[in-house]
């Protein structure tokens, strides 16, 4: 298993396209006070000791040497050693609505990154728990399947858009569906689905749904995104001005359909939670979370972990000894050698 033990250093890497754009600018400008003083290829012409590319290659030695060193000291590692330990928890699977109205905005920032902000915290504040996660929109795809590996869950978590399900509209009968055949069959944890949407279901029938899942013994959760009001849906980008539209040319208004997900939560045994206040809403849920039963079951983790950072290091240090001995002045003994010219063969 692969990991970084200081991911927050990974952010450091936003200042390298930030140092590119500087540099060449630089070098803009610099061509420009040359020019100023007569044309640029007679300046080049009376400069024949400067060389127009080895700033260049020693800048994108020391960029990559600078890549280097930040992902270094974000500390690679790899797990190395394979440990079984006991755990006690449940099994949880979530099941994101992806749908185009969660781009509505009638929550800032918009309802779908509501939704991921509730669900990053959620995961930050489990511990032994497995989890799982699936999108849905008019149709539903697992993302990750149950698993204790937190940090990929985030991982796809940060990834998540709408439209990234081809087919639009909002079907929560065919997640509720997929979500209850995503547990190990075998496994005897206390089972929880939690669905966040706006409820605005378009297909199906959930509730039926619900209440076949609660008869396996499955618990339902259902967190509410959006306002009773509602808000437009914005068209292409989730921060697009433009809005749908119906077949009149008003303006579509997207609301938040709490009746619909009381009903869900009641089939499934569990309870109906408004999230607009992404705390109150979290801790609500994460209340009724820790008072299930929790099980032990045994998982297997990596114990051990290989640093892999003087690689990086290695490389870099490398990188930057090559810069350093690049010189950006053509040297005159240097041009002497002409190792890869061939010589033409005089006509007799």
Do not use: H
Request: net charge neutral.
């Amino acid at each position: 298993m692969f990991r970084f033990a200081n991911p927050y250093l990974l952010y450091c890497l936003l200042v390298l396209p930030l140092i590119l754009v500087l540099f060449y600018i630089t070098r803009m400008l610099k061509k420009k006070n040359i020019s100023e003083f007569g044309d640029l290829p007679l300046m080049q012409l009376l400069m024949p000791d400067a060389s127009p590319s080895r700033p260049v290659w020693k800048f994108y030695f020391y960029l990559v040497a600078l890549t280097l060193i930040i992902i270094g000291m974000a500390r690679p590692q790899l797990g190395s050693k394979l440990q079984e330990v006991k755990r006690k928890g449940i099994e949880i699977m979530i099941a994101l609505d992806v749908s185009n109205s969660m781009n509505a905005r009638d929550i800032q920032p918009s309802r779908l990154i509501r939704a991921k902000q509730v669900m990053s915290k959620l995961v930050d504040r489990l511990s032994d728990d497995k989890i799982g996660l699936i999108v849905f929109a008019g149709d539903a795809y697992t993302q990750v399947p149950i698993t204790t590996d937190y940090v990929s869950v985030k991982m796809f978590l940060s990834s998540i858009s709408t439209g990234m399900v081809p087919m639009q509209g909002t079907d929560i009968q065919k997640a509720l569906e997929l979500a209850t055949n995503s547990f190990p069959p075998n496994s005897e944890l206390q089972k929880v689905i939690i669905i966040i949407t706006d409820g605005e279901n378009l297909e199906g029938t959930p509730e039926e749904s619900a209440k076949a899942a609660n008869e396996k013994g499955i618990l339902i959760y259902t967190l509410g995104m959006g306002t009773p009001e509602g808000g437009p849906i914005p068209e292409g980008a989730e921060n697009s001005n433009d809005y749908k539209k119906d077949k009149s040319g008003n303006t579509v208004v997207s609301k938040l359909d709490e009746a619909t997900l009381q009903k869900i939560a009641i089939a499934g045994g569990g309870e109906y939670i408004p999230a607009n206040n992404t705390q109150a809403g979290l801790n609500r849920l994460f209340e009724k979370v820790e008072k299930l039963n929790k099980k032990e079951y045994e998982s297997k983790i990596y114990s051990e972990y290989n640093e892999q950072f003087p690689y990086f290091f290695g490389f870099a240090l490398i990188l930057l000894l090559v810069e350093f001995f690049i010189v950006e002045k053509k040297s005159k003994w240097l041009s002497n050698l002409k190792l890869f010219e061939i010589k033409k063969k005089e006509n007799v």
